[in-house]
């Protein structure tokens, strides 16, 4: 059970990957600081977890079901929380979906937004008003690079991501004045089951009422970039879970936390040119005209941020 002077913590989605590195960082801190609240939503899973978490598990970590999806489920898992007291929620659930509209079900699409956004929201309904009346906690939210600039193949995945970013970018406001505090994480590419999944997915695919150009320029030219910018700027689940220990322990925390600086020319873009023509023509050049040197992304990257570009893009003319 959490000591007084322990700062409970309720991560979602612990079976893998952030969420998982995220409890066990937490778990692990030297001047035992935190009482974790691991959850995922099929205990069967937990192997991974209680091994990475050694001694700290049936110490300072302890592991509930929840599955974002369900409200009974949701509600099972905070009652059974003493006091419902959680004073930092990180709602890290979610999954991807990648390849041509056409080829994508209205049923696929919605499972997208029931978990990463309305999985998101019912866990914010559930634990926000004990925070609030509190006058007190923090609300995590892993959002993504997608949740500021649309890739193309990503649209429904960004489009929750989006709809995330502008929920919280609502709610922050109004949680400033009960004293509990909002912030976005917004990774860019991390090597976790996330990007395995998607690809077998994309595998499985048979692409029913795409035409053969669309499916080629997924599979020959989007694949090929995606696994490219995956290798040159990936980061470890790791390096996402200590960027969020560093913004819980911040005293100001952010509210817009992205992790990759590598991405910073590409968010920049957008508010460079408010006619969103630049992000579209340069993503629209890097992925179809200098693909094939897409090994050198980093260069032409950086290349973004030289001062000529950004002369054109804000230019009246
Ligand atoms: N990997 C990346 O490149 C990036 C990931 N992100 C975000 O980070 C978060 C974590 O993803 P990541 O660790 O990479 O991927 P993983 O696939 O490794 O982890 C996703 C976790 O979410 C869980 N989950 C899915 N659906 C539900 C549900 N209905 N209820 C509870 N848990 C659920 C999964 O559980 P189960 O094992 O049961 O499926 C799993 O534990 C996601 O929100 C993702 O959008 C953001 C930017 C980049
Ligand atoms: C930057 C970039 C590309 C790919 C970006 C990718 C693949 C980002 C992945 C982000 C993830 C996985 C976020 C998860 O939330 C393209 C389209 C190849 C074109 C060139 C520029």
Redesign the pocket.
């Known amino acids: 059970m959490a000591s007084a002077s322990q700062r409970v913590v309720l991560i979602?989605?612990?079976?893998?990957?952030?969420?998982?590195?995220i409890a066990v960082l937490l778990a692990k801190d030297e001047q035992k600081r935190y009482y974790v609240i691991a959850?995922?939503?099929?205990l069967k899973?937990k192997d991974k977890l209680v091994q990475a978490a050694g001694d700290a598990f049936g110490n300072t970590l302890t592991l509930q079901a929840?599955?974002?999806?369900?409200d009974d489920?949701v509600r099972q898992c905070i009652s059974a929380v003493k006091d419902r007291r959680v004073d930092i929620l990180i709602?890290?659930?979610?999954?991807?979906l990648l390849g041509p509209v056409e080829s994508i079900s209205l049923e696929q699409m919605k499972m997208v937004f029931?978990?990463?956004f309305f999985?998101t929201v019912r866990m914010i309904k559930e634990i926000m008003p004990d925070m609030k009346r509190r006058r007190a906690g923090h609300i995590i939210v892993?959002?993504?690079?997608?949740g500021m600039q649309g890739v193309v193949f990503n649209d429904v995945?960004t489009a929750s991501?989006f709809a995330i970013e502008g929920f919280c970018e609502s709610l922050a406001v109004q949680l400033l004045k009960f004293n509990v505090k909002l912030s976005l994480?917004?990774?860019?590419?991390?090597?976790?089951?996330?990007?395995a999944?998607m690809m077998e997915e994309v595998a499985k695919m048979e692409f029913p009422g795409a035409d053969a150009d669309t499916v080629r320029y997924f599979k020959d030219v989007y694949i090929p970039s995606s696994i490219d910018i995956?290798e040159a700027m990936?980061q470890k689940?790791d390096d996402?879970a200590k960027c969020t220990k560093k913004v819980i322990e911040s005293r100001n925390p952010r509210f817009r936390n992205l992790t990759n600086s590598l991405y910073t020319p590409i968010v920049a873009m957008k508010y460079a040119d408010e006619t969103g023509g630049l992000s579209v023509h340069t993503f629209y050049n890097l992925l179809f005209n200098f693909g094939s040197l897409m090994h050198i992304t980093m260069n032409i990257l950086k290349c973004l941020t030289c001062s000529c570009l950004r002369r054109r893009a804000i230019s009246p003319d």
Not at 39 to 42: E, N, Q
Not at 66 to 70: A, E, P, Q, Y
């Open positions: 979602t989605g612990c079976s893998s990957g952030i969420g998982l590195r959850t995922m939503r099929d899973k929840l599955d974002v999806c369900s489920s709602n890290n659930a979610g999954v991807g029931e978990t990463n999985g892993m959002s993504s690079v997608m995945y991501k994480i917004e990774p860019g590419p991390v090597h976790t089951e996330f990007e999944k995956f990936g689940p996402i």
